[in-house]
């Protein structure tokens, strides 16, 4: 994994063979394959060492003692900025997410339903302690996905790399205030 991983920072995702990752490893391709089906599936397992990075750190927020509507906030804005952070830092690496994401392979799929399972959790929580008045535990969650794709979905991340940050986040604080007022008064 570490050979892949170095392989893709220095090469990019289409210049990555299985073959020079196997040699340098001191083993066959057919070894790596062994473990790894695809090509695909090998850079997708480095992409997601760093998914499940940020995964911990939204779980960190879920779990904070905060209210729930800055909990959204908080969630919101790190996986924004992580995301753009990551297409800045490891270009490559954004880029299997990114194609991961487009294809629906399994690694974009099981981030997006842990995604999920973290917001349920604060959503819930906020209707438990009454912080929200959504009514429709399912809605609610479909509301913040829907409002906050733009900053938090890898393909609108690419396409707005060259939209200036502080621009970006004030349009992003803009739907996040829009979130929690929806979420307050449970009017969708």
Do not use: C
């Amino acid at each position: 994994m570490a050979i892949a991983s170095e392989h893709l920072a220095r090469l990019g995702p289409k210049r990555v063979t299985v073959v020079a990752v196997a040699a340098e490893a001191g083993m066959t391709h057919a070894n790596v394959y062994r473990y790894f089906p695809s090509k695909d599936a090998l850079l997708d397992a480095v992409a997601g060492r760093w998914l499940r990075e940020l995964e911990t750190e939204l779980a960190d927020i879920a779990d904070a003692p905060d209210p729930a509507d800055d909990k959204i906030e908080r969630f919101l804005g790190a996986l924004a900025t992580a995301q753009s952070e990551m297409l800045v830092r490891e270009p490559h690496l954004f880029a299997v997410h990114l194609d991961a994401a487009v294809a629906a392979r399994p690694i974009a799929r099981r981030h997006r339903v842990r995604l999920r399972a973290l917001v349920e959790r604060i959503v819930e929580e906020g209707i438990g302690t009454g912080v929200f008045a959504a009514r429709d535990r399912e809605r609610a969650i479909a509301v913040i996905f829907d409002a906050s794709y733009r900053f938090t979905h890898p393909v609108a991340i690419q396409h707005d790399s060259d939209v200036p940050r502080d621009l970006l986040d004030a349009r992003l604080g803009a739907v996040i205030q829009s979130i929690q007022r929806a979420l307050r008064t449970g009017t969708f």
